[in-house]
Protein backbone atom coordinates (compact mmCIF):
# COMPACT_ATOMS: atom_id res chain seq x y z
CA UNK A 1 0.00 0.00 0.00
CA UNK A 2 1.30 3.59 -0.98
CA UNK A 3 0.41 6.72 0.35
CA UNK A 4 -1.33 8.25 -2.19
CA UNK A 5 -3.39 5.66 -2.14
CA UNK A 6 -4.90 6.18 1.58
CA UNK A 7 -3.91 9.99 2.10
CA UNK A 8 -4.95 12.94 -0.45
CA UNK A 9 -2.28 14.90 1.59
CA UNK A 10 0.59 13.09 -1.25
CA UNK A 11 3.52 14.18 1.62
CA UNK A 12 5.53 11.93 -0.43
CA UNK A 13 4.89 10.18 -3.91
CA UNK A 14 5.17 6.07 -3.43
CA UNK A 15 6.01 6.35 0.43
CA UNK A 16 5.43 2.76 1.63
CA UNK A 17 3.01 2.59 5.24
CA UNK A 18 1.69 0.50 7.26
CA UNK A 19 -0.52 0.83 10.43
CA UNK A 20 2.49 1.46 12.42
CA UNK A 21 4.28 3.82 10.87
CA UNK A 22 1.33 6.59 9.79
CA UNK A 23 -0.36 8.46 12.79
CA UNK A 24 -2.97 11.43 11.66
CA UNK A 25 -3.88 13.79 13.75
CA UNK A 26 -6.96 16.35 13.62
CA UNK A 27 -8.73 18.87 16.24
CA UNK A 28 -11.36 21.77 15.99
CA UNK A 29 -10.96 25.02 18.48
CA UNK A 30 -14.59 26.43 18.90
CA UNK A 31 -13.54 30.15 20.35
CA UNK A 32 -16.60 31.37 22.77
CA UNK A 33 -15.86 35.26 21.49
CA UNK A 34 -18.47 36.45 19.50
CA UNK A 35 -16.47 37.66 16.81
CA UNK A 36 -13.90 34.75 16.86
CA UNK A 37 -13.93 31.81 14.41
CA UNK A 38 -13.27 28.18 15.44
CA UNK A 39 -9.55 26.49 14.30
CA UNK A 40 -9.25 23.23 12.46
CA UNK A 41 -5.84 21.39 12.55
CA UNK A 42 -5.02 18.32 11.25
CA UNK A 43 -1.12 17.05 11.71
CA UNK A 44 0.40 14.28 9.35
CA UNK A 45 3.42 11.88 9.99
CA UNK A 46 4.23 9.20 8.36
CA UNK A 47 7.88 7.44 8.89
CA UNK A 48 8.21 5.55 5.49
CA UNK A 49 11.61 3.57 5.45
CA UNK A 50 13.86 6.18 7.16
CA UNK A 51 12.57 6.73 10.50
CA UNK A 52 15.16 9.60 10.94
CA UNK A 53 13.35 11.59 8.31
CA UNK A 54 9.82 11.44 8.80
CA UNK A 55 7.13 13.14 6.33
CA UNK A 56 5.17 15.94 8.30
CA UNK A 57 2.33 17.81 7.23
CA UNK A 58 0.39 20.66 9.52
CA UNK A 59 -2.34 22.38 7.86
CA UNK A 60 -4.25 25.29 10.19
CA UNK A 61 -7.84 26.55 8.95
CA UNK A 62 -9.07 29.51 11.16
CA UNK A 63 -12.75 30.66 10.15
CA UNK A 64 -13.82 33.81 11.01
CA UNK A 65 -17.68 35.08 11.19
CA UNK A 66 -19.14 37.06 8.69
CA UNK A 67 -18.20 40.50 8.57
CA UNK A 68 -21.45 43.17 8.37
CA UNK A 69 -21.22 45.59 5.43
CA UNK A 70 -19.53 43.11 3.24
CA UNK A 71 -23.08 42.13 1.86
CA UNK A 72 -24.77 44.84 0.11
CA UNK A 73 -27.98 44.53 -1.01
CA UNK A 74 -28.68 46.04 -4.66
CA UNK A 75 -31.87 46.76 -6.09
CA UNK A 76 -30.50 45.45 -9.55
CA UNK A 77 -29.48 42.11 -7.93
CA UNK A 78 -32.55 41.69 -6.50
CA UNK A 79 -34.35 41.55 -9.62
CA UNK A 80 -32.11 38.86 -11.09
CA UNK A 81 -32.47 36.93 -8.26
CA UNK A 82 -36.25 36.95 -8.11
CA UNK A 83 -36.34 36.61 -12.01
CA UNK A 84 -33.84 33.41 -12.32
CA UNK A 85 -34.88 31.57 -9.02
CA UNK A 86 -38.14 32.81 -7.20
CA UNK A 87 -36.22 34.06 -4.46
CA UNK A 88 -33.41 36.51 -2.73
CA UNK A 89 -31.76 36.68 0.55
CA UNK A 90 -31.33 39.66 2.98
CA UNK A 91 -28.22 39.44 4.84
CA UNK A 92 -27.39 43.08 5.65
CA UNK A 93 -31.43 43.71 7.82
CA UNK A 94 -29.69 43.64 11.42
CA UNK A 95 -31.62 42.85 14.20
CA UNK A 96 -30.41 42.41 18.49
CA UNK A 97 -29.80 39.16 19.77
CA UNK A 98 -33.60 37.96 20.86
CA UNK A 99 -35.40 41.37 19.43
CA UNK A 100 -37.42 42.02 15.79
CA UNK A 101 -36.72 45.95 16.00
CA UNK A 102 -34.35 46.60 12.79
CA UNK A 103 -31.30 48.55 13.75
CA UNK A 104 -30.79 51.51 12.24
CA UNK A 105 -27.31 49.89 9.44
CA UNK A 106 -29.91 48.43 8.15
CA UNK A 107 -31.08 51.45 6.04
CA UNK A 108 -29.33 50.85 3.31
CA UNK A 109 -30.67 47.57 2.41
CA UNK A 110 -34.49 48.79 2.55
CA UNK A 111 -33.97 51.23 0.02
CA UNK A 112 -32.78 49.01 -2.01
CA UNK A 113 -35.99 46.87 -1.58
CA UNK A 114 -38.14 49.48 -1.76
CA UNK A 115 -36.30 50.79 -4.92
CA UNK A 116 -36.85 47.25 -5.95
CA UNK A 117 -40.44 47.15 -5.10
CA UNK A 118 -40.87 50.40 -7.22
CA UNK A 119 -39.11 49.32 -9.94
CA UNK A 120 -41.26 45.82 -9.79
CA UNK A 121 -44.52 47.75 -9.30
CA UNK A 122 -47.00 44.61 -10.06
CA UNK A 123 -44.51 41.78 -7.78
CA UNK A 124 -46.02 40.48 -5.03
CA UNK A 125 -44.07 39.25 -1.86
CA UNK A 126 -43.64 36.68 0.70
CA UNK A 127 -41.41 38.20 3.66
CA UNK A 128 -40.14 35.20 5.20
CA UNK A 129 -37.47 35.52 8.49
CA UNK A 130 -35.18 32.96 9.17
CA UNK A 131 -33.28 32.82 12.65
CA UNK A 132 -30.15 30.16 13.59
CA UNK A 133 -30.92 26.85 15.57
CA UNK A 134 -29.69 28.71 19.30
CA UNK A 135 -32.50 28.86 21.24
CA UNK A 136 -35.95 27.66 22.29
CA UNK A 137 -37.69 26.17 18.96
CA UNK A 138 -41.36 27.61 19.10
CA UNK A 139 -39.34 31.53 20.65
CA UNK A 140 -37.43 31.46 17.02
CA UNK A 141 -40.51 30.94 15.47
CA UNK A 142 -42.15 33.48 16.74
CA UNK A 143 -39.17 35.89 16.46
CA UNK A 144 -38.76 35.07 12.81
CA UNK A 145 -42.48 35.76 11.85
CA UNK A 146 -41.61 39.50 14.03
CA UNK A 147 -39.04 40.12 12.00
CA UNK A 148 -40.80 39.58 9.08
CA UNK A 149 -43.81 42.21 10.24
CA UNK A 150 -41.09 44.89 11.30
CA UNK A 151 -39.42 44.27 7.55
CA UNK A 152 -42.83 44.86 6.12
CA UNK A 153 -44.17 47.68 8.41
CA UNK A 154 -40.84 49.86 7.74
CA UNK A 155 -41.61 49.38 3.83
CA UNK A 156 -45.15 50.35 4.09
CA UNK A 157 -44.44 52.95 6.95
CA UNK A 158 -40.81 54.61 5.72
CA UNK A 159 -41.22 53.83 2.04
CA UNK A 160 -44.70 54.01 0.57
CA UNK A 161 -44.93 50.24 -0.23
CA UNK A 162 -48.51 48.85 -0.40
CA UNK A 163 -48.98 46.37 2.40
CA UNK A 164 -51.21 44.35 0.04
CA UNK A 165 -47.95 43.43 -1.82
CA UNK A 166 -45.94 41.90 1.17
CA UNK A 167 -47.18 38.85 3.11
CA UNK A 168 -44.69 38.36 6.20
CA UNK A 169 -43.80 34.97 7.59
CA UNK A 170 -41.20 33.36 9.33
CA UNK A 171 -39.73 29.77 9.48
CA UNK A 172 -36.79 30.06 12.55
CA UNK A 173 -34.35 28.02 12.03
CA UNK A 174 -36.24 25.51 9.57
CA UNK A 175 -34.77 26.44 6.58
CA UNK A 176 -30.68 27.29 7.37
CA UNK A 177 -28.46 27.53 4.46
CA UNK A 178 -25.24 27.00 6.44
CA UNK A 179 -24.45 24.60 9.60
CA UNK A 180 -25.64 26.06 13.09
CA UNK A 181 -22.49 24.72 14.42
CA UNK A 182 -20.66 27.59 13.91
CA UNK A 183 -20.84 31.34 14.43
CA UNK A 184 -20.15 32.10 10.56
CA UNK A 185 -22.81 29.62 9.36
CA UNK A 186 -25.35 30.81 11.97
CA UNK A 187 -24.79 34.31 10.79
CA UNK A 188 -25.81 33.49 7.79
CA UNK A 189 -28.95 31.16 8.77
CA UNK A 190 -29.89 34.78 10.37
CA UNK A 191 -31.64 36.32 7.21
CA UNK A 192 -35.03 37.52 5.87
CA UNK A 193 -35.41 36.17 2.29
CA UNK A 194 -37.66 37.91 -0.22
CA UNK A 195 -40.04 34.83 -1.62
CA UNK A 196 -42.27 35.68 -5.30
CA UNK A 197 -45.65 34.99 -4.30
Same mark, same amino acid.
Given at each position: ???????????? +?????????????????????????????????????????????????????? +?????????????? +? #???????????????????? #??????????????????????????????????????????????????? +?????????? /?? /?????????????????????????????????
Amino acid at each position: MYLRDINPLDIK +ENMAVSDDDFRYLSAKLDRRQEDAGTVYMSLCVALGSRADNPGVQVDVIETRPM +EKGKVKTDSGALAE +E #IQATGVASIHDLYFDTGKAE #IRPESKPALEEIAKFLEQEAELTLYVVGHTDSRGDFDYNMTLSKRRAEAVV +ETLVSDYGIN /RE /RLHPNGVGPLAPTATNETEEGRTKNRRVELVKF
